[in-house]
């Protein structure tokens, strides 16, 4: 079992940047792949970001390649995304999650992930 906790959301304007945390407490941090996933309203969730245990691999979404980056600190327990040059489509309430039975090899898919936390609200104004 593992709690995930989101942070660092809030309202920022269009080229800014915002960095997101997820704490985890529980089971070893170290055995999950972790993912970032937003929704906006009436959307479906969609995968966004996603790190492997060790943090040597990451992966993003086409639509986040190049703005976003992915990070992970196995002492803190906690992994990461900063987000920059952001736009009002990135709108949306992000989520983190854990996935302990993959190890990261489905990291798009939202169904192959255990646990995930209650959501940060970001909000890019334009």
């Known amino acids: 079992q593992v709690q995930l906790v989101e942070s660092g959301g809030g309202l920022v304007q269009a080229g800014g940047s915002l960095t997101l945390s997820c704490a985890a407490s529980g089971r070893t941090f170290s055995s999950y792949a972790m993912g970032w996933f937003r929704q906006a309203p009436g959307k479906e969730r969609e995968f966004v970001a996603a790190?492997?245990?060790?943090?040597?691999?990451?992966y993003y979404a086409d639509s986040v390649k190049g703005r976003f980056t992915i990070s992970r600190d196995n002492a803190k327990n906690t992994v990461y995304l900063q987000m920059n040059s952001l736009k009002p489509e990135d709108t949306a309430v992000y989520y983190c999650?854990?996935?302990?039975?993959?190890?990261?090899?489905?990291?798009?898919?939202?169904?192959?992930?255990?646990?995930w936390g209650q959501g940060t609200q970001v909000t890019v104004s334009s």
């Open positions: 999650a854990a996935d302990y039975r993959y190890g990261g090899s489905y990291y798009r898919d939202l169904h192959k992930y255990d646990y």
């Open positions: 790190i492997n245990r060790s943090g040597l691999d990451t």
